[in-house]
C-alpha cells in the first residue's frame, strides 16, 4: 500500500510539474479551447475531480438567446352585434377569422447558443429563433453574454432540416470556441453541456455518450448523439463539449415527461453534421440536399421474415412518387434498397439520411432486392424540397380513417384460414364505400380474427391487399397462392402491401397460422 501511495504521489507531483511549465498563450488571440490552452485545464482522462478549470474557459463563449414576437389572432364574432347589447362586452365587430376584430399579443421564446468567431457569428437552433405559433412574427433577437451584456442579433440563415441557425452580433474580440470531430466520440465518453435551461441563465451539467447515431424519427437529418446530461427546455442550441474543449454537439432535443424535464435522455445534432451546414449559411451559400421521392418503410422482424433477409437490413419502398428520380429510375413499390452508393441502409444511417447526404445531380448506385432476386439501378439524385413542401404534400396524400360502414362480402371464416382474414375481390362499388382511389386493385378485407396476428397488428375490414410478398393478388385465389407459396418455402411470415381508405400505403409482417 505504501509503494502504491508513492507511485501516485509522484505522478500527481509529475503532473504538477508539467502545468506549471506549459508557457502562456500571449499574441493574436486564439480560440477558448485551442489544444494549447485546453491541455493545462482539461482534466485528465478517466473521472475528473472538477469540471471547474474547463468550464471557466468555455462558459465565456455560451450565451442565452431569446427572441421577442408578437402574434396576431382573430377573435370571435360578437354574439351580441345587432342587439341593444352589442357593446356591453367591449367587443366590435369586425372581419378576423372568428368574425371579431384580430387582436396582437407578445410572446418571447428562450435558449441557448454558442459563438464560433470573434467578430460575433452565434450557432443556435432554429426553432429557438422561429416563430412559435400560427400568426407569430419574430421581432428581435437578443444575444446575452455571461456577463450579462446584451447584444441585438441579425439573423444570417436557417435550415429548418437540420434545425440549425446562424446568427451574428456586431463585437469584436469575443470569446469562441470551435466545432471537434464527433466521430471520434465513444459511447461512455465524458461531455459536459452548458445552456439555459428553464430561462435560470448559464448553467453546466456533465454526463456521458449515452449512444451514437440514434434515430428518432427517421429524417433526412435524423442522427443524433444521445447523452444522460440534463438537458432541459431551454438549453436548445447550446454546445456539447468533449473534455478537450470541442465542441461535438448542438443540444436540440429532450425525451421527457409531459411537463417537459430531464429524464436522462437529450440529443444533440452530432458536429460533423452541423458545421458543414453553417459553413454554407456563413457564405451564403444555398443548401441543397438530395431527394429520391419515394415513402420507404423500416423493415421490421416480421418482415425481414417474410422476406428471408437478415435483421436491420435495409428498407422497404411503400409509394413512389410520379416523375421524381426514383420513379425515373425504374424503382418500383415493393423493392427494398440496401445500399445507396456503397453505403448499408440500417438504422444506424436510413435510406432518408444516406440520400440527403448525396449533392443533387449525381448518378448513384442502388442495391435493392425486388422479388427476391438482388439487382443495382443507377439514379440520378434530384433536390429535396422544402420541408413546408414536403409537409403539404403528406397532408394532401393523407385522409380521414375510413368508415366501416357499407357491405364488404364474407369469403368464409376469418379463423379457419392460416392469414387469419377473409377477403373478396375488389370492386367499384367496395371501393367507393370505403373511399379507396379508383386506381386501386387487389382484394378487400371482410374480416379478421380478432386472435390472429393481422388482428392483433390492426389489419381490420375494408383495408386492400394489394400484393403478399411481392407478388399483386387481385383474387381471394391469388391470395391463398400467395400463402401456401409463404408456406412451402419455410416462411412462418408473410408481407402483405396494404392500402387504408386514401392513407399512404404500407407494408405489415403478419404470421402464419400453423
Known amino acids: 500500500m505504501r509503494y502504491a501511495y508513492a507511485i501516485t504521489a509522484a505522478l500527481l507531483l509529475s503532473g504538477t510539474a508539467t502545468a506549471i511549465a506549459l508557457p502562456a498563450v500571449s499574441g493574436a488571440q486564439t480560440a477558448q479551447n485551442e489544444p494549447a490552452v485546453m491541455a493545462a485545464t482539461a482534466p485528465k482522462p478517466g473521472a475528473p475531480l472538477s469540471f471547474a478549470d474547463l468550464v471557466a474557459r468555455l462558459q465565456p463563449a455560451v450565451v442565452n438567446i431569446s427572441t421577442s414576437q408578437h402574434i396576431t389572432q382573430a377573435q370571435p364574432a360578437n354574439p351580441f352585434a345587432g342587439t341593444p347589447f352589442e357593446g356591453l362586452f367591449g367587443q366590435q365587430q369586425g372581419q378576423g377569422g372568428g368574425g371579431g376584430t384580430p387582436t396582437t399579443r407578445e410572446a418571447t421564446s428562450l435558449g441557448s447558443g454558442f459563438i464560433i468567431s470573434p467578430d460575433g457569428y452565434v450557432v443556435t437552433n432554429n426553432h429557438v429563433v422561429a416563430a412559435g405559433a400560427k400568426g407569430a412574427t419574430v421581432d428581435s433577437i437578443t ?108 443540444n436540440s432535443q429532450i425525451l421527457g415527461s409531459t411537463g417537459g424535464g430531464n429524464i436522462g435522455i437529450g440529443f444533440a445534432i452530432p458536429a460533423t453534421d452541423a458545421k458543414p451546414v453553417i459553413e454554407k449559411l456563413m457564405k451564403g451559400t444555398k443548401i441543397a440536399r438530395g431527394y429520391l421521392g419515394v415513402g420507404p418503410q423500416p423493415i421490421d422482424d416480421d418482415l425481414a421474415s417474410s422476406f428471408g433477409l437478415a435483421k436491420n437490413k435495409g428498407e422497404l419502398l411503400r409509394s413512389i412518387e410520379p416523375g421524381q428520380p426514383a420513379d425515373k429510375a425504374g424503382l418500383k413499390v415493393g423493392d427494398i434498397v440496401l445500399r445507396v452508393g456503397g453505403k448499408d ?43 413546408d413542401a414536403l409537409l403539404a404534400q403528406a397532408n394532401a396524400q393523407s385522409d380521414d380513417d375510413m368508415s366501416d360502414d357499407g357491405d364488404t362480402p364474407n369469403a368464409g371464416q376469418a379463423a379457419s384460414n392460416p392469414l387469419g382474414v377473409t377477403v373478396a375481390t375488389l370492386t367499384p362499388q367496395i371501393a367507393r364505400t370505403f373511399s379507396i382511389d379508383s386506381s386501386v386493385s387487389g382484394v378487400v378485407i371482410g374480416t379478421v380474427d380478432p386472435s390472429s396476428d393481422a388482428g392483433a397488428k390492426g389489419l381490420k375490414r375494408g383495408d386492400v391487399i394489394v400484393s403478399a410478398n411481392g407478388v399483386p393478388v387481385n383474387t381471394p385465389a391469388a391470395l391463398g397462392a400467395a400463402v401456401m407459396q409463404a408456406k412451402a418455402a419455410g416462411r412462418t411470415q408473410i408481407a402483405l402491401y396494404v392500402v387504408r381508405g386514401r392513407q399512404p400505403a404500407f407494408f405489415i409482417g403478419v404470421k402464419l397460422k400453423k
Do not use: C
Not at 452580433?169 to 459511447?187: C, E, M, Q, T, Y
Not at 438537458?231 to 461535438?248: A, K, Y
Not at 425486388?370 to 439501378?377: A, E, L, W, Y
Open 345 to 387: 441502409v440500417n438504422p444506424d444511417q436510413s435510406l432518408s439520411y444516406l440520400v440527403a447526404n448525396v449533392t443533387p445531380g449525381t448518378r448513384v448506385p442502388l442495391d435493392i432486392i425486388r422479388q427476391g432476386r438482388p439487382q443495382t439501378i443507377v439514379a440520378t439524385i434530384g433536390t429535396r424540397p422544402s420541408e
Open 143 to 250: 444575444v446575452t453574454m455571461v456577463d450579462r451584456k446584451e447584444y441585438v442579433a441579425k439573423l444570417i440563415g436557417r435550415d429548418p432540416t437540420s434545425d440549425l441557425a446562424l446568427l451574428k452580433i456586431d463585437a469584436k474580440n469575443l470569446p469562441f470556441v470551435k466545432f471537434g470531430d464527433s466521430d471520434a466520440a465513444r459511447v461512455g465518453d465524458w461531455v459536459l453541456a452548458i445552456g439555459n435551461p428553464f430561462g435560470l441563465g448559464g448553467t453546466v451539467t456533465a454526463g456521458i455518450v449515452s449512444s451514437l447515431h440514434r434515430v428518432t424519427g427517421g429524417g433526412a437529418y435524423d442522427r443524433f448523439i444521445q447523452t444522460d446530461a440534463a438537458i432541459n427546455q431551454g438549453n436548445s442550441g447550446g454546445p456539447m463539449f468533449d473534455l478537450s474543449g470541442n465542441v461535438i454537439g448542438i
